[in-house]
């Protein structure tokens, strides 16, 4: 048998017939080719009369030019060495091979010439591209216009049916009317705020801040007004007050500037409405009406209108203005609700010690208001804004509920006067202490004990005598009482109507000097 015929199968003999007590086995199936496909023949089969892999050295592309020569290194390191010519290098004969001779390339195979055109084994054989495959006339394509379109072909490509589709519509129209629905309601909501025969007030360009408003008060006003900031260590407080004079004068509370009247390292500074800052002294102080006067070193300082506080009635309109809470420049509105309201006033750790012959407002007056000055319809001063009453207490910590009381300027503007002059005020004194009574007929101050040498010991005064009027003034208590001797200036003479054991007296009284 042939080297080159195939064997039996394994099983068989030589005549492909089963071996006795052997299986039968099948022989392998042939190699199934399919037919190649003639377009992917033109395009990628071999050209006519080519056999090989690639085209005859006629149509092969022309070598590449070379290129610019490499640099001098890479030349000494990967160039042939000087006087060799061959291509490539040849390895060296070790005695196994039988070496090739110098003009035979490399990549023969030594058994004829024509081994050495093989592009297969020629590195030096170039890539190149067939000639183009000839173009083929194609049938023009059909202009006929084709079939129509429905439209739920075209929307949804016949992927809905008919039936699907109109109650899609039908759901569609019915969210259509519910909106309709509700953008009447909704409409006829908003029409009734926009009634045409509705009346409807008339806005009219007017001037808004006029002579004598609120805002064109607080605007002459508000400069005048200070706010002083006091510290003691690491404790401060605030107040306010009003200038007075043009040399910087400023009218305060007692209470506002006594902490820090004698702690040597204590500060007391006057802020101004626009910010500026001065150091403040004091000049002097009164705590018998809680009146004090600082002064500061500022230059042609904005200086309040002083009124009068005896032309006012209740009723008037005033604004109180100052820093409470240390909001500088706060202005509030009210009216008078009373006049000649006797008020004793808790000095808390201070040495204030007054009854003060009040006016009393609603306008919002808190802590930091004190000292601030109280303002009438014209701008003027009619009063030092000094205490409230609250309902945590008579000390003001819970704040205005309406009940502010106020020095009248009238007095006020005398102290004023005779503590810069003389930096202290002596005050009328009539020697008594007294306690309010009250009966069926009559209210007044009843003595509970005459001061040795005193003016009321002098006039006869004695204890148990119950003082119903001094001057022209009806006295209903002893905090009243204190006040009207107050008002009045040392040595002067006063009538003082008192009932004694049931009988009316009139007595009149030189009064002394504290």
């Known amino acids: ?56 050295a006629a149509f092969r592309a022309a070598p590449a ?49 024509a081994a050495t055109a093989d592009p297969w084994r020629d590195p030096a054989s170039h890539a190149g591209l067939a000639p183009p495959v000839p173009e083929q006339a194609s049938a023009p394509p059909d202009a006929s216009e084709g079939a ?9 490509g016949r992927r809905v049916q008919p039936r699907a589709l109109v109650t899609l519509g039908l759901i569609a129209l019915l969210i259509g009317a519910a909106g309709g ?24 360009e007017a ?60 500060q007391l500074e006057a802020i101004f409405h626009d910010g500026t800052r001065a150091k403040a002294t004091i000049v002097g102080r009164d705590p018998k009406t809680d009146l004090a006067v600082v002064k500061v070193a500022v230059a042609n300082p904005v200086v309040a209108q002083i009124g009068s506080s ?25 009216i008078v609700s009373a006049l000649d309201r006797p008020v004793p006033l808790d000095g808390g750790e ?44 008579g000390g003001g910590e819970g704040g205005s509920i309406g009940l502010g009381f106020a020095i009248p300027i009238d007095d006020a503007r005398r102290i004023a006067e005779e503590l810069i002059r003389a930096g202290s005020v002596k005050h009328a004194e009539l020697g008594v202490n007294a306690r309010s009574v009250a009966d069926d007929t009559t209210d007044g101050a009843q003595v509970q004990n005459v001061r040795q040498g005193g003016a009321a010991a002098a006039a006869g005064i004695v204890e148990g005598d119950v003082i119903t009027r001094v001057g022209d003034r009806q006295i209903a208590g002893a905090d009243e009482l204190i006040v009207a001797v107050r008002e009045r200036r040392p040595g002067e003479s006063v009538p003082i109507d008192l009932i004694r054991d049931g009988r009316p007296l009139t007595i009149t009284v030189v009064l002394g000097s504290d």
């Open 65 to 113: 030019p070379a290129g610019p020569p490499p640099p001098t290194a890479l030349a000494y390191a990967f160039g042939r060495p000087d006087g060799v010519s061959v291509p490539l290098q040849r390895p060296p004969s070790n005695g196994t091979r039988t070496a090739r001779p110098d003009d035979e390339p490399l990549w023969a195979d030594g058994s004829d010439g």
């Open 181 to 204: 629905v509700v953008g009447r309601v909704t409409a006829e909501g908003a029409a009734a705020l926009t009634e045409p025969d509705a009346t409807i007030t008339q806005a009219t």
């Open 310 to 334: 005896s032309s006012l009635a209740v009723g008037d309109a005033v604004l109180a203005i100052g820093s409470p809470l240390g909001l500088v420049g706060t202005v509030t509105t009210g």
């Open 148 to 156: 129509r379109l429905s439209t739920r072909e075209l929307l949804f």
């Open 1 to 56: 048998m042939s080297d080159d015929a195939p064997g039996p199968v394994p099983g068989t003999d030589e005549t492909g017939t089963a071996a006795a007590g052997v299986p039968p086995r099948l022989a392998p199936r042939p190699l199934e080719r399919p037919a190649v496909d003639p377009d992917a023949e033109a395009a990628f089969g071999r050209p006519a009369g080519t056999d090989g892999g690639f085209q005859p």
């Open 207 to 266: 001037k808004e801040r006029p002579p004598g408003s609120v805002a064109d008060i607080a605007a002459r006003t508000v400069p005048a007004v200070v706010s002083l900031e006091l510290r003691v260590g690491d404790e401060g407080g605030t107040g306010s007050g009003v200038v007075i004079d043009p040399a910087g004068y400023v009218l305060t509370n007692n209470h506002v500037v006594a902490p820090v009247a004698e702690v040597p390292d204590a």
């Open 350 to 393: 201070t040495d204030t010690n007054a009854v003060i012959d009040a006016i009393q407002t609603d306008a919002a007056i808190n802590p930091g208001n004190s000292g601030g000055p109280l303002v009438d319809s014209t701008g003027a001063v009619v009063g030092i804004n000094t205490a409230i009453r609250s309902i945590g207490g």
